[in-house]
């Protein structure tokens, strides 16, 4: 998919993690991100086996973790939003809406640009789309974008829940999922 630091060609797979990967040669770069570095080296794995937060892992040949994607349960506080999603109209007006959150996602820092990014977010909305929509009540994709961030997700579609999400250091970012079914 990439090229590696000693300039080797690395193909990537995309799985769900398991405990033999590597997870601690990830590089983010910025101090900011080292929380996403820490909950993929320490919490990550455990917690996919508990059933808490499910991780998909990118790996090379060596199952070194060169990204990943965490998704949990969760819900659209609706009440405030300026963009009201449609479909909650009339009797159904509810003030929150079931919700896929996406709790964390990070591709290191020799891999950013390459589309790898956009791939894990695809795989978000297939098992969204494939596995949880034609059994359980989900009608969103969500995130808490850090802010550097927030370019990528508007890119892929997303949309911001606040008026002023620029003010905001979290903003909360959906996108509606009844368009893809
Ligand atoms: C945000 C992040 C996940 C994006 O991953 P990536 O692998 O670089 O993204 P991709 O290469 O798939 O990019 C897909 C598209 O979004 C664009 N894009 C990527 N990051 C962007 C950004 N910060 N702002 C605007 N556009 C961006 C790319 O240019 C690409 O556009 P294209 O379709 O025209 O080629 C990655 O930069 C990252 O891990 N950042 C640090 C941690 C972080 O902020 N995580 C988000 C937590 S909410």
Known sequence: MSQDEDGSQQELEIRQINSDDNTKSLSLGDPEFTPLKAFLKNEAADFHRRNVAKSYVAVDESHRVRGYITLICSQVQIAQAHHRPEGNKGPIAYKS??????????????YQGSGLGRSLLDLALAIALGDIMPAVGCRFLVVDAKKPSVGFYLKYGFTPIQENYEDEDSPVLFLDLHPFV
């Open 97 to 110: 809406l079931p919700s896929i959150k996406v709790a964390r996602l990070a591709t290191d820092k020799r």
